[in-house]
C-alpha cells in the first residue's frame, strides 16, 4: 500500500492547488462600487437590500447596508453596472451609472430611498463623478474603444501607453532593460499583470505575452500610490485585462492592409528614377463571443461566456539596392579641382592624371528593369506567410 501513498497525495496536493488558485491571486483586475442609502431627509438607511448586476452578463452580487448606511461590493468585473436598493416602507431604487467599472477602480453610487409601497419602481439614470474621491492612486486607463479607434501601426497593444502621461518609451541609447518608464521610475522595474496574473519575464522583466489589440477590453497604468496588493516593482504597474463573451453572440472581422500602391516613392528612389519598393502586407483576423449552449446538456446563460480571437499576418516586400559603376571622368590641362555628386575631385599636376575617386552616374533602364525580373519571378522578395496567433 506505500507505492500508493505519494501518488495519492501528490493528486490530493494538486487538486487542492487548482481549486485554491482563484483565492489566492494577489493582484486582481477587478474594481468596487460603493456609496451611501439615504431616505428622502438625507437619513441613513441601514440593512437596505443592495443588488449590483453587470448589465452585459446578468451575473449578479447582493449586500445590505452597514449601521451608517453604507454598502461596498468587491471584485467586479469591469463593465456596466445596475445597482438597484430596497428596504421596508421604501420604493425600491435603480441606479445605472453612464460611466462603466474600470481596473482598479472604485465607482461610488449614492442611493436615495423614498416612501412608497414595495411595488413602487424608481428608475435613475446615475452619473458618476469624472474626479476619483475614493482612491488616491494616480494614472489613467485606455479603454477599449480607445483602442479600437487610435491608429496602431504593427498592432501592438503596448504602444498605447504613450498616450498616457507621465509614460516614456526606453531611449534607444540606453543598455537597460524594459521598453517603458513610468513616472521616472526605472525601465527594468514597471510591473505587468494579464488579467490579475504576473506578465513579466524573470529575465529582463518585460511584458511575456502581448494580446491581441481586439481581445483586450481595456488597460491600466498605475503610476504611483497605489495599494499594497501591487507590491511587487516601484515602477508603475500595467494592468491588462482581456474581453469575456455576454449573453449575446458577437463577432468581428477586420483586414488593416499596408500596400504599395497606396505609398509615395522616397526621396533617393525618385532621384535614380527608380519605382517604388514593393510592400504588401496584411494582418488580419476575426473575434466571437457569447454565452456556452450546449442544448439539452450546458446552458450557459448569465453564468457561463466564452470569447475567442485569432488573427494572421502576411507580408511581401522587396527592396531595389542598385549599384553603379563609376565612369572615368574626361582629362583635364594643369591643376584643377572639380566637385562631383560624391565629392571632389583632385587633380595631379605631374602626370594631370585624375585621382581615382567614386562618382555615381545614371543607371541604365534596362539594368533596373533586369532587377525588377530577377526579384519578381526568381522570387527574390522577401515573403513571410502567415503566421497566426491566438
Known sequence: MDKFFFPATAGVALLSLLLLAPATRAQDATGKIAGNVTDASGGVVPRATIVVTNLDTKASKQTVTDRQGFYQVLQLPIGYYEVSAEAAGFSKVIARPHSPLEINQTLRVDLALELGTARTLITVEGHAGNVETEDNTVGGTVTGQAIFELPLNGRDTLDLLKTQPGVTPTNPDSTAA?????????????????????????????????????????????????????????????????????????????????????????????????????????????????????????????????????????????????????????????????????????????????????????????????????????????????????
Open 178 to 390: 524594459g521598453n517603458y518608464s513610468i513616472g521616472g521610475g526605472r525601465t527594468d522595474s514597471v510591473t505587468y499583470l494579464l488579467d490579475g496574473g504576473l506578465n513579466n519575464d524573470l529575465l529582463d522583466n518585460s511584458a511575456i505575452v502581448d494580446p491581441n489589440p481586439d481581445a483586450v477590453a481595456e488597460f491600466r497604468v498605475l503610476e504611483s500610490t497605489y495599494s499594497a496588493e501591487y507590491g511587487r516593482n516601484a515602477g508603475g504597474i500595467v494592468s491588462v485585462v482581456t474581453k469575456s463573451g455576454t449573453n449575446q453572440l458577437h463577432g468581428t472581422a477586420y483586414d488593416y492592409v499596408r500596400n504599395d500602391y497606396f505609398d509615395a516613392n522616397d526621396f533617393f528612389s525618385n532621384q535614380q528614377n527608380l519605382p517604388r519598393a514593393i510592400l504588401k502586407r496584411n494582418q488580419y483576423g476575426a473575434t466571437f463571443g457569447g454565452p456556452v449552449v450546449i442544448p439539452h446538456v450546458v446552458n450557459g446563460r448569465n453564468k457561463l461566456f466564452f470569447f475567442f480571437p485569432i488573427r494572421a499576418r502576411s507580408k511581401r516586400k522587396c527592396s531595389l539596392k542598385v549599384r553603379c559603376r563609376p565612369t572615368r571622368p574626361p582629362k583635364l590641362r594643369g591643376i584643377s579641382r572639380k566637385r562631383s555628386m560624391a565629392g571632389p575631385i583632385l587633380m595631379s599636376s605631374s602626370s594631370l592624371q585624375p585621382i581615382p575617386t567614386t562618382r555615381p552616374t545614371p543607371c541604365w533602364l534596362a539594368r533596373v528593369s533586369s532587377i525588377l525580373q530577377k526579384c519578381l519571378v526568381r522570387g527574390i522578395c522577401g515573403w513571410s506567410g502567415p503566421r497566426l496567433a491566438l
